[in-house]
T-cell receptor, first 112, second 114 residues
């Protein structure tokens, strides 16, 4: 119930391609879904976040798609660049008083 | 230059020794957190503190201890009771105790127990 399942574990994409990372959850009480980006040897940083009242949120080349009925959300990186190579974590939480549950991460490598 | 600092970046200890990891923030954030990161395991919450002089256990608190005597500092002690302490430890903070607030992470400390 408290898990956030993330796939794939690793992903290799050609430069200029679209990177897609998927996450699924069970607990319908989750209402905040952030994505964090982590470069090697660094701490994660918030990339983009969505709440379930919208189906899509776009910030530059990064888009979150949210499917409430399927209990799934995904990160799309358009025109992927070598500088996007990092580990990406999806996460979920229930309102302001509950902890954030992180997925296990996806290691993304963009080929130059 | 505001942010979160963790020290040291790398730490080596012998088995059976306690070790304290430092975390300092100058963002004036109320809440601070400690996570443990293992390969393929994501981020697991060890302890968190919403205000000074108060803290709560996370999902994997056994073998760890913390203190929050000052708003800007949240040190983590890895005790000899922690069965598998070798990991990457991340400290984070957020402006309030609301979990919907963005968490800002430090650069991490990689602990290796020999």
């Amino acid at each position: 119930q408290q898990q956030v399942k993330q796939s794939p574990q690793s992903l290799i994409v050609q430069k200029g391609g679209i990177s897609i990372i998927n996450c699924a959850y069970e607990n319908t009480a989750f209402d905040y879904f952030p994505w964090y980006q982590q470069f090697p040897g660094k701490g994660p940083a918030l990339l983009i976040a969505i709440r379930p009242d919208v189906s899509e949120k776009k910030e530059g080349r990064f888009t979150i798609s949210f499917n409430k009925s399927a209990k799934q959300f995904s990160l799309h990186i358009m025109d992927s660049q070598p500088g996007d190579s990092a580990t990406y974590f999806c996460a979920a939480s229930m309102g302001r008083d509950d902890k954030i549950i992180f997925g296990k991460g996806t290691r993304l490598h963009i080929l130059p | 230059d505001g942010g979160i600092t963790q020290s040291p970046k790398y730490l080596f200890r012998k088995e059976g020794q306690n070790v304290t990891l430092s975390c300092e923030q100058n963002l004036n954030h109320d809440a601070m957190y400690w996570y443990r990161q293992d390969p393929g395991q994501g981020l697991r919450l060890i302890y968190y503190s919403q205000i000074v002089n108060d803290f709560q256990k996370g999902d994997i608190a056994e073998g760890y201890s913390v203190s929050r005597e000052k708003k800007e500092s949240f040190p983590l002690t890895v005790t000899s009771a922690q069965k598998n302490p070798t990991a990457f430890y991340l400290c984070a903070s957020s402006i309030t105790s609301g979990w919907g607030d963005e968490q800002f992470f430090g650069p991490g400390t990689r602990l290796t127990v020999l």
